[in-house]
């Protein structure tokens, strides 16, 4: 999502940089994932740590479910280059620094970055003011959602190959979606050569949340409103299957964002664990 007024991401993208910059800051290790490249890239200012979206104590929980959701993605990308996979696909990429942070993972892959034309050339001028440049292997695809562009022909013109495996990423996007937009996307994805792999995010309904974390989803809800991108659609684990399955996708799962906290959490001593709310699709073609 994006600020249209002025190209830059939009709050939430911001925010959501800004939390897994916090993470490395505030909590001590082990650090679930280490980037402070998104901290950089959007320049906040020096005083960005003192925004009452960024209380170390209030948002501990938040940024943890972020970071979780970071983590199990590039896990996940980890394990399919390993099995030979060669492209990855980042649908509204917004601030992802996966093949700055990454180097070594990004030079086995054409990793694509999808997002409106402003926030890409935002994204473009930003690094390489910031000394990181565009590499080869990254490839900044505009693509006019509100037109109506077909970002499968995009993807198509900057080099992706719709007939090899890939991996394909939306996450923290469907809540601003309808369902049958979502719906749509699925099919889309679900074209793409066999042995692909997807990982989508989605919202719960309210009654699915824990009920500590239900006021922080409400504030989340109001300020993604008062922002002009307001949350849309919110989803059972089983829907969000059914979506996936109707698109096409021959195997399904679902892993709860609570279910990351024995994941990547388990061993801490400091009671930092992810907030529920957002639980992820993995489906394979």
Do not use: C
């Not at 501990?60 to 996940?76: Q, V």
């Not at 990454?102 to 970055?113: G, T």
């Not at 979506?243 to 195997?251: D, K, M, Q, S, V």
């Amino acid at each position: 999502m994006t600020d249209e007024r002025t190209d830059a991401p939009d709050s939430t993208a911001v925010r959501t940089a800004l939390w897994r910059a916090l993470h490395v800051q505030v909590d001590p290790p082990p650090h679930v994932v280490e980037d402070e490249i998104g901290l950089r890239l959007a320049a906040p200012g020096d005083d960005w740590r003192d925004r009452p979206d960024m209380d170390p104590s209030a948002t501990r929980a938040f940024r943890a479910a972020i970071a979780a959701r970071a983590r199990f993605i590039e896990d996940l990308i980890a394990e399919q280059a390993d099995r030979g996979v060669t492209q990855y696909v980042i649908l509204g990429a917004g601030l992802n620094t996966f093949a700055q942070r990454r180097p070594e993972s990004a030079s086995r892959l054409h990793v694509f970055e999808v997002d409106r034309p402003g926030p890409q050339a935002w994204k473009r001028r930003r690094l390489i003011e910031s000394g990181h440049g565009i590499p080869d292997r990254l490839h900044l695809v505009p693509v006019g959602f509100e037109a109506n562009e077909d970002w499968l022909k995009r993807l198509a013109a900057a080099g992706f190959d719709a007939g090899r495996p890939a991996v394909v990423v939306s996450a923290g996007v469907t809540m601003y979606l309808t369902e049958d937009a979502t719906a749509a996307t699925l099919r889309q994805i679900a074209t793409i050569a066999p042995g692909s792999t997807l990982a989508m995010t989605f919202l719960l309904a309210t009654d699915l949340v824990d009920e500590a974390d239900r006021s922080g989803l409400r504030a989340s809800e109001e300020g993604a409103r008062a922002s002009g991108t307001p949350f849309i659609s919110f989803y059972t684990p089983h829907e969000m299957l059914a979506l996936a399955r109707e698109a096409g996708f021959e195997n399904t799962r679902h892993v709860s964002g609570v279910s990351l906290a024995e994941r990547y959490f388990a061993d801490r001593t400091d009671g930092l664990r992810p907030s529920s709310g957002e639980d992820l699709l993995p489906a394979t073609t």
